[in-house]
């Protein structure tokens, strides 16, 4: 069963983090205050930092919350607006009984630019983040400066088995054991204070949550062969999951794509390494003069 999951998850784990001290910058992402938008009688919560003309919109995958980007707002908030989500059905925004499909979370990231009076942004998606904010520039492209895949992928990678028992998976009563089994099976580089962090938001999903996400990421609607007309960055984990047949595949769909991996990470990359990763989506966006 770990290794089906294996298989699906890395469009998945994403972190809850250990919150840093009041004491900390006013840009670190505990001292920002909450902020809340209303999509679908839902409330959805995002906080807003940083200054600048350019909006970064950061987006959890599977089972998170904003959290997993904290070591991004600090170093981005000086360059830009910074704009971090939880999607619904995580960390704090609303749990509603819903199909959590890629169009409701892409309306809800849409509910929240619209309360922060955001015309246009540049979204960087981890994970299952990364269908979500691809499912939104199809929605809102006139919204989408440029789109940025952070471990997550652009085509289907897994077969309908392995869907089937994944979904199953969610559905069983000790769903929860099984969530905590597929991060130990994805961050066998990470720390153990790293690993236990991560498994903490997922372990914590609802359980019609962590099933409506996981069937909504093998709607086949999701999964087309369209263009990606913006600006794509694609950094990935050096690793077998990512094939030579999907990177060509990736590339085939994007008219401006940069595709990188790291060496030395498990599925976190951003917070396995925030520096080299920071400091590669930072030279990116200058280069495409996304900021400033």
């Known amino acids: 069963m770990r290794s089906a999951i294996r298989v699906v998850m890395p469009l998945t784990l994403v972190a809850a983090v250990t919150m840093h001290a009041a004491t900390e910058s006013p840009d670190t992402l505990s001292a920002v205050p909450s902020r809340f938008a209303t999509v679908d009688g839902a409330r959805i919560h995002y906080k807003e930092t940083g200054r600048g003309r350019a909006a970064l919109v950061f987006v959890h995958g599977w089972g998170g919350d904003m959290n997993v980007w904290r070591e991004q707002v600090p170093h981005f908030a000086s360059r830009a607006r910074v704009i971090v989500i939880d999607l619904p059905g995580h960390g704090q925004s609303g749990k509603p ?31 299952a983040g990364t269908p979500v904010i691809r499912q939104f520039e199809r929605m809102y492209p006139w919204r989408t400066r440029a789109l940025v895949a952070v471990d997550g992928a652009l085509r289907n990678i897994a077969p309908p088995s392995v869907a089937d028992q994944a979904i199953a998976a969610m559905r069983a009563p000790d769903y929860r054991e099984t969530i905590a089994k597929m991060f130990d099976s994805m961050t066998p580089a990470a720390s153990t204070e790293l690993r ?63 595709y990188q991996t790291m060496d030395g990470v498990d599925h976190f990359l951003m917070l396995e390494k925030p520096e080299e990763f920071n400091e590669r989506l930072e030279k990116w966006l200058m280069k495409k003069k996304l900021i400033r």
Do not use: C
């Not at 509910?111 to 994970?127: C, E, K, N, T, W």
């Open 196 to 258: 236990d962090d991560v498994k903490k938001s997922a372990i914590a999903l609802p359980q019609h949550v962590a099933v409506a996400f996981t069937i909504a990421m093998f709607d086949p609607s999701i999964w087309k062969d369209d263009h990606i007309v913006v600006p794509l960055l694609v950094i990935n984990q050096h690793g077998p999951m990512w094939s030579e047949e999907y990177v060509q595949a990736v590339r085939a769909s994007a008219e401006d794509l940069d």
């Open 97 to 127: 009984n819903a199909d959590y499909s890629m169009k409701y979370m892409a309306r809800a990231i849409r509910g929240v630019l619209d309360d922060a009076r955001i015309p246009r942004a540049v979204f960087i998606g981890h994970s």
